[in-house]
């Protein structure tokens, strides 16, 4: 049986495409190639402790709120709190306050099309336990 193997990519619509990318590179310094429109994560720019994350949500599920779309996109940040400072420097509405877990930092933020957008800046992987003797 063939197997996915992640990710290949984020694809949505847009009212004005142009604008929302020139956005998301200024406000987060994502590399808009203007060929297209997008960008290529490549590997090697990915924190060591991220990953990428797959999972389908109940249709009743109030997490992507208080946006109207049925999907919400998270990026990788190196640096949770300036990112969003960035973000509503740019005129994007924070949504709830920063939360900290195990595995990272998160906030989120609406962009200036009202899509929701979960920022994660993952934590160091804990070194092992040692071995009591």
Request: aromatic share 12%; charged share 25%; hydrophobic share 35%.
């Amino acid at each position: 049986m063939a197997k996915a193997l992640g990710v290949g990519g984020i694809f949505f619509k847009a009212k004005d495409p142009g604008k929302l990318g020139a956005w998301y590179q200024q406000h987060l310094g994502i590399p808009v190639d203007p060929s297209y429109g997008g960008t290529t994560f490549k590997p090697e720019s990915m924190h060591k402790d991220g990953c990428t994350v797959w999972a389908p949500f109940k249709q009743s599920t109030d997490y992507f709120e208080p946006s109207d779309q049925s999907y919400m996109i998270n990026l990788v940040v190196d640096n949770l709190e300036e990112a969003l400072a960035q973000v509503k420097a740019g005129g994007a509405e924070l949504v709830g306050k920063p939360e900290d877990y195990d595995y990272g930092l998160f906030g989120w933020f609406l962009d200036p099309e009202g899509n929701k957008v979960e920022l994660w800046e993952p934590k160091q992987a804990k070194p092992p336990e040692p071995e009591q003797a």
